[in-house]
């Protein structure tokens, strides 16, 4: 080797090395400097690493994986915002009829609708997504524009269609990065125009003059508060719109999808069906044959529990962190936790259930998470759940078609027993 040859090589490995020392001089001081400017002590979690935070520790197809080991991950946000939305948002619903009956009327009749186009298939597989979709989003328009719209109205479909996909997008593993790493947002442009086409009002005249229709409706008599703005409002409408659609719709898919799984604990057996033909027969399915369904409920409660469909909360109640830290909490860890749960990685609705088979509460459910942020519409979003489900299960049996594996369904009238 010549002399020219050791002197770049010890010349490169002299820059590397100063490369690498000023790098960890700016990690020093950036985080000394960080520290410094907060009161509080952070959660414990892994260390960042300089401008790549906790990246490369992220598993990005299965996010909540690494999140379950790390336990906790801080963001930063405006709590002052979310207060005033959340006020709005309850207000609204309030204010809309999110009354207990007046709600499980409107979901009563929607229902009906929902019935009807699953026995247009008369036994053969499809997919029920769109139809559940097109039901559930319906129940919020009932409530928010005092009508419903029909499953083949073109503006009516395309808003939910396009509402479904955005949910799909929000919870891709590339946006959870984005939630954690918002400097990068310019990656997902495409995201944020989609997300800025389906809430875009100029998209969906037809509900926002339904809309105001109905405001006006309800300010001339009394109901609506009249000192929200029009913007606001409509803001926070396809806010609930976007929150209460997809969870309910795809909860509600899960447990289609666990009673083609389980027959034995659909219908064979003294099981749902079982139990809501004998205390319920052929009338319609209201809330109050709740408390006589401990085995449907439970079975309900368990979807919930397994499905986990909305894995990571946000709340603000960390005590000992700097101030305005936002936690993520991850439910995942409480609704698959194995000191509370009997079987927390298998569906077994046991788990709602004593030795008398009465229904039983369980603390560490909490799908809709806990505390201040708790889940604004989980009231309603409950009785949807337990009405969709029992009256379908009371009209319908659920099967995967035969030979195939995939979440489609076959649907036929119930077999009590002969499965
Ligand atoms: C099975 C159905 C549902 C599930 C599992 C669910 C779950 C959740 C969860 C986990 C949160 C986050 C709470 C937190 O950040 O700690 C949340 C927030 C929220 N949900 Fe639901 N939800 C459901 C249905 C609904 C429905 C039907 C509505 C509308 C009427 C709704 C409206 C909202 C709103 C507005 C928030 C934000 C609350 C806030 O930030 O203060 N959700 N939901």
Same mark, same amino acid.
């Given at each position: 080797m010549g002399i020219l040859d050791l002197f770049l090589q010890s010349s490169s490995s002299i820059s590397l090395l100063g490369a690498l020392l000023v790098l960890l001089l700016v990690y020093l001081v950036s985080s000394s400097s960080f520290s410094s400017q907060k009161e509080g002590k952070e959660p414990p979690g892994p260390r960042p690493l300089p401008v790549l935070g906790n990246l490369l520790q992220l598993d990005l197809k299965r996010p909540y994986l690494t999140l379950l080991k790390v336990r906790k991950r801080v963001l930063w946000s405006n709590g002052d915002s979310w207060k005033e939305m959340r006020r709005f948002a309850l207000t609204n619903l309030r204010d809309f009829g999110m009354g207990k009956k007046a709600s499980e009327d409107k979901i009563i009749e929607e229902c009906d609708y929902l019935i009807e186009v699953f026995k247009t298939f008369k036994g053969e597989a499809f997919d029920t997504t769109q139809p559940i979709n097109y039901a559930v989003s319906n129940i919020i328009c009932s409530i928010v524009y005092g009508s419903r719209f029909e499953y083949d109205d073109p503006e009516f479909t395309s808003l939910v269609d396009r509402t479904n996909r955005t949910i799909q997008l929000v919870g891709s593993p590339s946006i959870q990065v984005y939630n954690m790493f918002p400097w990068i947002g310019k990656w997902n442009l495409g995201l944020f125009s989609h997300l800025k086409e389906t809430l875009n009002p100029q998209m969906c005249r037809g509900f926002v003059d339904a809309f105001l229709v109905r405001k006006q409706n309800l300010e001339v008599s009394g109901i609506a508060n009249s000192h929200f703005n029009d913007r606001n409002l409509l803001y926070t409408v396809l806010n609930l719109f976007a929150a209460g659609t997809d969870t309910t719709a795809t909860t509600l898919r899960w447990g289609l999808l666990y009673m083609a799984k389980n027959p034995k604990i659909q219908g064979k057996g003294l099981k749902v069906q079982e139990e809501v033909n004998r205390e319920i027969g052929s009338r319609q399915v209201q809330i109050e044959d709740r408390k006589n369904l401990p085995f449907t409920d439970a079975v309900i409660h368990e979807t919930q529990r397994l499905a986990n469909i909305a894995p990571m909360a946000k709340t603000f109640q960390c005590l000992y962190c700097p101030q305005g830290t936002t936690v993520y909490p991850l439910l995942t860890s409480v609704l698959y936790d194995e000191s509370e749960w009997e079987r927390p990685h298998s569906f077994y609705p046991a788990h709602f259930l004593d030795k008398d088979g009465k229904f039983v509460k369980r603390d560490a459910f909490m799908p809709f998470s806990?505390? #201040? #942020?708790?889940?604004?519409g989980e009231g309603l979003a409950r009785m949807e759940l337990f009405i969709f489900f029992t009256s379908l299960l009371q009209h319908f049996r659920f099967t995967p078609p035969p030979g195939s594996r995939h979440v489609l369904f076959s649907v036929r009238p119930p077999q009590l027993g002969s499965i």
């Open positions: 806990a505390g #201040r #942020r708790i889940c604004l």
